[in-house]
Structure formats: structure tokens, C-alpha cells
């Protein structure tokens, strides 16, 4: 990363932007921030100020060493002049070691306990007495304009939290996270839509960039790419380039041995997925696993989440407020793990492994290194990938080839979150930081890998490393499906494998 005035002006740009699509968010009818539109998520309004205080927490106490911010307008700034920190600033090392423990908060604000989501699950913070509307966003601008003045402040060479802009781009990429989850609340909400964006970019044929556009017989072929057997590194140490801000749980870079395997070169698409449930994928016990099938009854699942059926028997699906006809050659989406493993059981498949998954994206076998992006060190554009809430549904498989990878797969990054098969555990070498909440205390639990991004996650929140993770039945996320299969040692050469063929098995 930049140093000086550069990397300043790094960590204000992904400041802004996660602002500016917060504000797309929540610049909305009052009733429809402050209602419950799931219990699996929490009033639009809460999400708000929560990024605001976890903002105050991180950059005004932890890496100004100020006050907290004060909750409503017009209170005393305990900053001092010219935004040094005053006489009631906290100290540094408290504010980094030991958050719940920083003095005079709840006497200036009393909003840490209401904005902790480990002490509220998502099903109870209405019924807190959180900050409405117009307070929530008083507060959260209020902290934005004490946050840029420590960053006009910052030094970046005090300690740990601030160097290379760490803090900065931790607190940016908080934002955006939750951006995502309040774009997943958008999903979940009835009545008419609130958010609008262009359509996105149609499927393409995927030899090259010349292709012709949307040739099915291409873009649903279910082709392979083998990937050679040997030795990568899996994760970062964050010294470089965008990965300098990468989160604890993507550290620290670690040499791990991979057999060769075959993966597919797209995402799985809807068309593919209907087939499934043509076929009876949703009744055929032998295909899901004991839990998977349990749940799958339990919850009466028959199809992906927000699909439906017109009185011709055609898919529809709901997005964003809208009903419209399914897009077969966009990626599934709104699919659990259980359904995952289940269609890869049909299709003769099964997922990948998360280090799979990331030998694929990030290992370049000629140079002997691995890359922050399938496409190499270039941060992505409007080009490489489908992120940022650019547009609000996945674009057609193929539809960025300036982000495949050199041998040939396709949209690693962004469109739909992949699950992988594996669980959530600590790398060798792990270290929390800064604080243990944000990875240490999911490993182990029940929780599958995700990786590559969605639509609607950031270019600041994603990157090769990057690692997301949730329960095996969650459907409201932007997840879908990458196949893969064990390939013989033979194969191992990185070119074309011949596909199984779809509901060969099971």
C-alpha cells in the first residue's frame, strides 16, 4: 500500500464509497428502516448505527485516542483543538486491547451495549431502545467527521492498527459488509422496490473475448479445468498491495499441498439447477445428506429461495420488490450448503475444498506465486468482476473474461458467493487482530467456507484470501455453486477435462 498522502487518500476513497451505498440503503422510508423485515435480520435502522458505532469504537477511540462521540446533536466534542485529542480522550492501549473497558463511554453515549451483536441476536433488537431514524443518521455523519479528521491526522506508523492504513480499511470494509447484509434485508422485505440499478451484463460464450454473445451451448456446457497437483500459498501475511488489508482470519500465508482435481470453469446456472429439480433432485433422498435431507423436510424446501412458478409452469423468481421471469444462464443463487452438496451429488460432483477453491483463483503456476485476483495484481474494475452492488442480480455466466483466470475459469470473483465443503477453521500461525469477535470465536463451530464475493459485496471486501463463512442452511445470503471433482494424477496438466454428465449419479 501508498504511503504519505497517497495511501490518505486510499483509505478516504473506501471510506466514501461504503458511505455513499450506505446512504443508497437507508435513504428510504422511516417505517421501512425501522421494521423487522426477518428475523434473521435486524431493522435496517440498527445496521445504521451500528456502522456508526463501530466507526467511533475503531478509528475516533482506537486510532484517535479521542472520546467517544457523543449520540445526540449539539453535545460536547471532547476533541481538542483542531481535532488533537482532548483532555477526556481515551487512552490509546485501552482502546485497543480492551474495547468494553473504555472509560466515560456509557456516560457520553450508552450505544455499545445496544450496537454489540454478540450480546443482541438479530431477533431482539427491535424491542431495544435504539436510535430512530433521524438519530441514527445525526450519529453516523457526526462520526464520519471526527473519523477524517484522524485520518487527516494519521501518521499510519504508531503501531500495528494504523500502519498501511490497517484500521481504516478494516472500519471501510466493516461498512461494506454490512452494506451487503442490509442488501440481503432489501431481498427479504415485501412491497414495492426501493432500490433500482442497471441490469447486468447478459451470459457470453467463453472462448475468449471475442466470443458471440449468449450461445447456451456454451455458457451451460459444465466444462472443466484441471488444475495440476502440488504446492501452493494459501492465505497472505498482508505486507503488499490490496492484501496489506487483509483480516485476521486470511493470515498469515502458509504453504499447503493440493492433489490435483478438476473444477468447473463457470458458476452454476439456473438452467442447470432447474434440471435438478426437474429431475426430482428435491425428493430423492440419496442425494442429500442425513442433515441436509432432515432440514430439506423440515422446511419444506423445493426449490432455491424466492422462486415460484406462473400458471404456465414457467420459473419466476422475486427480486428486490420485482417478480420476474428467471434468467437461465445466470447463476444460481439463494441456494444453501445442503442444496449445494445435494445438486453436486446429482450432477456426479462435489464441491471444492476451500484451498481448491483459492489454488484455482489465486496459483500461477508459471510464476511460481500466487496472486491477489484470478486475473492477476490489478484491483478489479467494471471489467474483471460483478461487485459493489453495481447491479442487483449475478450477470450471465461469462460474462467478465478480463477476470478469468489464465486457464479459463470464470467469475471467481464476485456474482455469487461459492460455498466450499469446508468448515471454518484457523490458519497454522493464526493470530487475532485486532480484536478475537470478528474470526477467533466462529472457528470450529458449524459453519462452511464461502469464497469469491457477490454482486453485492465490495471490491474493498473482496480479494483472492478473502474468506467468508455462515450456517450450512442460510438461504437470504448470495450464495451458489462451483462443482468440482478428484481428477487422476494423469490429468494433472491444467488442460480441459471431459465433463460427467449432470444427474449421472444418485
Known amino acids: 500500500m501508498e504511503t504519505g498522502a497517497a495511501l490518505r487518500a486510499a483509505c478516504r476513497r473506501a471510506l466514501e464509497r461504503a458511505r455513499s451505498r450506505t446512504r443508497v440503503l437507508t435513504d428510504i422510508p422511516d417505517d421501512q428502516l425501522t421494521a423487522q423485515h426477518s428475523e434473521l435480520m435486524s431493522p435496517l435502522v440498527w445496521d445504521l448505527a451500528h456502522i456508526g458505532n463501530q466507526e467511533d469504537r475503531w478509528l475516533v477511540r482506537a486510532a484517535g485516542r479521542r472520546a467517544a462521540t457523543p449520540a445526540r446533536t449539539g453535545s460536547h466534542d471532547p476533541s481538542g483543538p483542531d481535532g488533537a485529542p482532548g483532555p477526556d480522550a481515551v487512552s490509546g492501549l485501552d482502546a485497543v486491547t480492551g474495547l468494553d473497558e473504555v472509560s466515560g463511554l456509557d456516560e457520553v453515549s450508552g450505544l455499545d451495549d445496544l450496537y454489540d451483536a454478540f450480546q443482541h441476536p438479530r431477533s431482539t433488537r427491535p424491542s431495544l431502545p435504539i436510535l430512530g431514524p433521524a438519530e441514527a443518521r445525526a450519529y453516523t455523519e457526526s462520526v464520519r467527521t471526527r473519523a477524517f479528521d484522524v485520518l487527516d491526522h494519521s501518521g499510519f506508523d504508531g503501531d500495528a492498527l494504523t500502519a498501511d492504513g490497517f484500521v481504516f480499511g478494516m472500519v471501510a470494509q466493516h461498512e461494506q459488509q454490512h452494506d451487503e447484509t442490509m442488501l440481503a434485508t ?111 423436510v423440515e422446511e419444506g424446501l423445493e426449490a432455491p429461495q424466492f422462486w415460484s412458478r406462473d400458471g404456465d409452469g414457467r420459473w419466476l423468481r422475486r427480486r428486490f420488490g420485482m417478480t420476474v421471469e428467471l434468467e437461465p444462464d445466470e447463476p444460481v443463487v439463494h441456494v444453501s450448503y445442503f442444496e449445494a452438496q445435494a445438486f453436486a451429488a446429482w450432477a456426479g460432483k462435489r464441491l471444492p475444498t476451500e484451498a481448491e477453491w483459492e489454488k484455482a483463483a489465486r496459483h500461477d503456476a508459471a510464476a511460481g506465486r500466487s496472486r491477489p485476483y484470478p486475473w492477476g495484481d490489478a484491483e478489479p474494475t467494471e471489467y474483471h468482476a460483478n461487485l459493489g452492488q453495481r447491479h442487483l442480480s449475478p450477470a450471465g455466466v461469462g460474462a467478465y473474461p478480463a477476470g478469468a483466470t489464465a486457464s479459463g475459469i470464470h467469475q471467481l470473483i464476485g456474482d455469487v458467493w461459492e460455498w466450499t465443503s469446508s468448515g471454518f477453521e484457523a490458519y497454522p500461525g493464526f493470530r487475532a487482530f485486532p480484536y478475537r469477535e470478528y474470526s477467533e470465536v466462529f472457528f470450529g463451530g458449524d459453519y462452511r467456507v464461502l469464497r469469491g464475493g457477490s454482486f453485492g459485496t465490495d471490491a474493498v471486501a473482496c480479494r483472492g484470501t478473502f474468506r467468508n463463512w455462515d450456517h450450512p442452511m442460510r438461504r437470504q445470503i448470495f450464495a451458489g455453486i462451483r462443482l468440482a471433482r478428484d481428477c487422476p494424477a494423469k490429468h494433472g496438466d491444467g488442460t480441459a477435462a471431459v465433463p460427467a454428465t449432470d444427474g449421472a449419479r444418485g
Not at 237 to 249: C, I, K, Q, R, V
Open 186 to 296: 432489501h431481498q427479504l422485505r415485501t412491497g414495492p422496490a426501493l432500490l433500482h440499478a442497471p441490469a447486468a451484463p447478459h451470459a457470453r460464450a467463453t472462448a475468449g473475448p471475442g466470443a458471440a454473445d449468449h450461445d447456451p451451448a456454451v455458457v451451460d456446457s459444465a466444462s472443466e479445468v484441471v488444475v495440476p497437483g502440488g504446492g501452493f500459498t494459501m492465505g497472505t501475511d498482508g505486507t503488499t498491495g490490496p492484501e496489506s488489508w487483509a483480516l485476521d482470519n486470511e493470515r498469515p500465508a502458509h504453504r499447503v499441498e493440493v492433489a490435483a482435481f478438476a473444477i468447473e470453469a463457470l458458476p452454476v446456472t439456473n438452467r442447470r439447477y432447474a434440471r435438478f429439480i426437474a429431475d426430482g433432485g428435491y425428493r430423492r433422498r440419496a442425494l442429500w445428506s442425513e442433515r441436509g435431507w432432515r432440514h430439506r
